[in-house]
Structures are given as C-alpha cells and as structure tokens.
C-alpha cells in the first residue's frame, strides 16, 4: 500500500511539475515578444499574474512530494539561468542592435527622403527579442522612425537572421497605420487620438 502510495504521490508529483513549467515556458514565449520599450511595464504584471495563478500549483507539488531539496534544486537552476545566462545577452543584444541602429541609412536624390539613423528621431520603438525555445537568440529592430524634414520611415533590422535592413518611407497615413498600435505615441505625435475603424 505504502509502494502504491509513493508511486502515486510520484505521478502525480511529476504531472504538476510538468505542467508548471510547460505554462512557465508559454508566458516566457509570450513575454519575449513583448517589444523592449513596453517590457518594464509589463514585467511587474506578468510576475505578479504568475505568482498568484502558480502558487497554489508549487504548494500541492511540494505537499505531495515533501522534498524542499528539489523545489531548491528546481528554483536555484532557474534564476541562475534567468539572471545569469538570459537577462546579460539581452543587454548585450540590446547595446549591439542601438550600434547597428546607428549605421542605417538610405539615400535619395532628395535629401527630404533621405534616412541617416543618427540623425533622425525615434517615434515609435518596438525592438523585439527572438526565442528558439525559450533560449534567446536574435533581436529584431523594428521602428519608426522621421528625419529632421518630418519624413516617416520604418525600418526594420535584424542582429542574428540574414536579411538586410529594410528601411521604408511612409506616407503620413502609413505612419499614423503603424502609429495606432501605441496610443500614447500616438497621441505625442498628432496630438490627437487614434481613430479605429468600426468593423
């Protein structure tokens, strides 16, 4: 009965487990598609959404398997590798991906639609990291972009993929398109608010 039991306790020890961080794993996929600008404001939600929907989960897990050294083990290998492994390359790619930035230009014979990165403003920043089962491997540039004659660009750049820059001009419905899915910039832009059309 006793055998029975444990194994019981085990099973059901490991469908927990399993399933923790199978959806841990899913918010790390969703939250690394989170552009860089909008991560900070959402972090402290997605901690505190995780802590309240997980806690019951990790307190079953450790009442039937009563065994803190794993839940340590399990806690110590994923903040070591959140701390020490993904958030440093993060910072790395983000500081590598403004030096590319930097570099991005696009001539034309009117020097109104030209793009020189190092001269014009960013209105609208949605870097994005890139995730190949949760281990991040590439960082995506992706803004819009005016230079100093109010012409709009978006330009999109890659740190890891092959592909070469794409750097786009924008009429001003193009811009205010790309523009509506940040209300705030928006609104800082046109002084206005985004219209949607009803479907």
């Known amino acids: 009965m ?15 487990f399993f399933v923790y961080f199978a959806v841990i794993y899913g918010f790390a996929v969703k939250f690394g598609k989170t552009p860089i600008s909008k991560r900070k404001e959402r972090c402290k939600q997605d901690i505190l959404y995780k802590f309240i929907v997980f806690s019951p989960i990790v307190i079953l897990f450790i009442y039937i398997q009563d065994n803190w050294n794993l839940i340590i083990l399990v806690a ?3 903040l070591f590798y959140e701390f020490v492994i993904q958030r440093p ?3 790395r790619y983000i500081a590598q991906s403004e030096e590319l ?12 639609y030209s793009f020189y990165a190092e001269k014009a403003t960013i209105v609208l920043h949605r870097d994005i990291p890139k995730y190949i089962r949760g281990n991040l491997y590439d960082l995506q540039i992706d ?10 660009f978006w330009v999109k750049a ?5 592909f070469l820059p794409s750097i786009k001009l924008l009429t001003l419905d193009g811009a205010k398109n790309l523009l509506r899915i940040d209300k705030q910039s928006y609104q800082q832009e046109f002084n206005e ?7």
């Open 89 to 91: 390359r993060l910072s």
């Open 158 to 162: 890659s740190l890891r993929e092959f």
């Open 2 to 16: 006793d055998v029975k039991l444990t194994a019981g306790k085990f099973l059901i020890g490991f469908v927990l």
């Open 143 to 152: 803004r819009v972009c005016k230079n100093e004659y109010g012409e709009y």
């Open 76 to 78: 110590v290998i994923t």
């Open 101 to 112: 930035y930097k570099t991005l230009k696009l001539k034309s014979q009117d020097e109104q």
């Open 193 to 199: 608010k985004p219209y949607y059309k009803s479907k």
